[in-house]
């Protein structure tokens, strides 16, 4: 069974060393010296991100990879001033679509964008994609704290929908303010790293409610052909969609349809590398398998707990396994 992946990242050391001056993310500044240190002291740049040719194809073969949608990982190349946001994205997705030029039957990209600066991100969005075949964008947490559904960010979404191309949510940590009012405990600490406020829950709570938030704004009655990739099976939402229609209706949000049916309908959902049959049951019988894809978030998940076998060896038809592997991700991202 052919099998693609869309939630697969990519270094380069190229950007990389313009980007680690800056450290994280401006909406990060506030926190205490500590903890920013830990966070700044995260810049991968590990093999299993920059190297293709070895590590990766090997990554690839032992999990029968067909094909990885790749995307940079965290801090994007966007977590820069927005003066240099616009020129250091054209270069990364100039650098990107070299991997993909070189192995197009095996690499397909996401376009990494300059938030900050939606006009030019619309227009690099469309050169990824008309001129560099990229299949969309993967976008992460706020832009400096600003949530995507403020007005300033509408012309990047209404050029995917223009372009029908979706747009991949990828957790970011959370802003200091957030982190410090929820995060931290005198009980404990868990937040200098991969841990409470991060990987551990804090940035799928944040990255889940913000597609809430986008859902909320009307985006898709404005853009009807407008969609989104969630990762880690929906960061959470899922679960709420039933409350979120009990109270949320639509005469309290002025929202033409159920919160859920937006959900159903504009969005998908992928695994992330979190292998768990009972959600994948539950995200096939709620979203149906049509809305799911499959994806393994290299090199992120210990990879001796990677597995595709998990998906073929399920219990699900194979039809829902083919829809999974590769026929939903070639009708998204119009990979045939
Ligand atoms: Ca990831």
Known sequence: MKIITLEEHYADKRIIDQTAKYGCQTGLRDLPEKILNAYNSMRFTGDNLTDVDTVRFDFMREQKVDMQVLS?????????????????????????????????????????????????????????????????????????????????????????????????????????????????????????????????????????????????????????????????????????LDRMDQILRPKTTGLKKKISEYYHENIYFTPSGILSKDQLEYMVKVFGAEHIIWALDYPYVPFDSCSTDFLLNSDLTEQEKELIAHVNAEKLLHLK
């Open 72 to 240: 940079y990982t965290n801090p994007v190349p966007d977590s820069v001033p927005p003066e240099e946001a616009v020129r250091i994205c054209k270069e990364a997705n100039d650098i990107l679509s070299e991997i993909v030029r070189k192995y197009p039957d095996r690499f397909a990209a996401f376009a990494t964008l300059p938030m900050g600066s939606p006009v030019e991100a619309a227009k690099e969005l469309e050169r990824c994609v008309k001129d560099l075949h990229f299949v969309g964008a993967l976008i992460t947490g706020t832009w400096r704290g600003k949530f995507y559904d403020d007005p300033m960010f509408f012309p990047i979404f209404e050029k995917a929908a223009e372009l029908d191309v979706p747009i991949s949510w990828h957790p970011e940590f959370p802003n200091a303010k957030i982190q410090t009012h929820y995060y931290f405990s005198d009980s404990y600490s868990l937040i200098t790293g991969m841990e409470f406020a991060t990987a551990g829950l804090g940035w799928h709570l944040d990255i889940g409610l913000h597609m809430a938030r986008m859902v909320l704004s009307g985006i898709f009655d404005k853009l009807p052909n407008l969609k989104f990739i969630s990762g880690h099976w929906g960061e959470g939402i899922p679960s709420m």
